[in-house]
């Protein structure tokens, strides 16, 4: 075998050196670039295995929740709060708005004036049944209201004297008060028939038997009972007899009225 000559071994070895470091090179630059391409794609894209998965923050919820609380109050009927009382106004509840208050109305109403006798002292009958014969000037006929009226005057404010008995008082009674009288019941003084209590009313010219005062025949003019039971009631009497006294309310038995004569217009 012949040997080669030396040059041309060193330029054949250098020639072999420089392909295995072109294949080298270019082999890294490969590995390289397939490295870069791995890193960009695990920036993209999470591993399933992720320990700590990433928080998605979306506002797309909560834009659709605002509209979603807008649509339904505004397409829901609102409940309105009634009360009992008529003096609350029922508002729809919009928001903090409250019921308006409304004050209760206040009817103007006259004043009761009451009766300036009420309030005097008398001597001829008990301040106890002054109220029993206001009562009998206002919840009586026309008639009777004018009789018993104008006897109320007669006897407190006037204290009239008229000249004779009991039946001339009550005369002048019913003629200052302009009114006629009819007979209603007529029986006799030892015979009757006697009335019950429930035939006589105010106002009415009574003729009775005096048990208070030895059974005697007398007249008066009635109030009004103070004890319908028992027959006991408020008259107006008048003795006359030249005492020179005012006729005096007074309370009699009326168990036995055997004449009733009623005012009438």
Known sequence: MSRLPIS????SCSLLLFTFGSIGSAYADSMSALIAQKSVQSNYSSP??????????????TIQRAGTYRSNTATQPIISTRYSTANVINTP??????????????????????????SGNYDNVDNEYLPL???????????AREVVSMAR??????????KGGCWDYLNAVFNRAGVSRDTIHKGTYSQGPYAHSDEIEVGDWLYYINHGYNRVEHSGLFVGWVDEASKQALI?????????EPARYRVYDLSNVYQIMRPSV
């Open 236 to 244: 107006l009497s008048y003795a006359g007899e030249n005492r020179r």
């Open 48 to 61: 399933s295995y992720s320990v700590v998965p990433s928080a998605k923050v979306s506002t797309r919820s």
């Open 153 to 162: 005057k007669m006897a407190l404010n006037e204290r009239t004297i008229i």
């Open 133 to 143: 014969l206001s009562s009998a000037e206002t919840q009586s006929s026309l008639a």
């Open 8 to 11: 041309l071994v060193t330029a």
């Open 93 to 118: 509840s919009y928001g903090t708005q409250q019921p308006a208050y409304r004050y209760p109305s206040v009817q103007n109403q006259a004043p009761v004036v009451l009766p300036a006798f009420l």
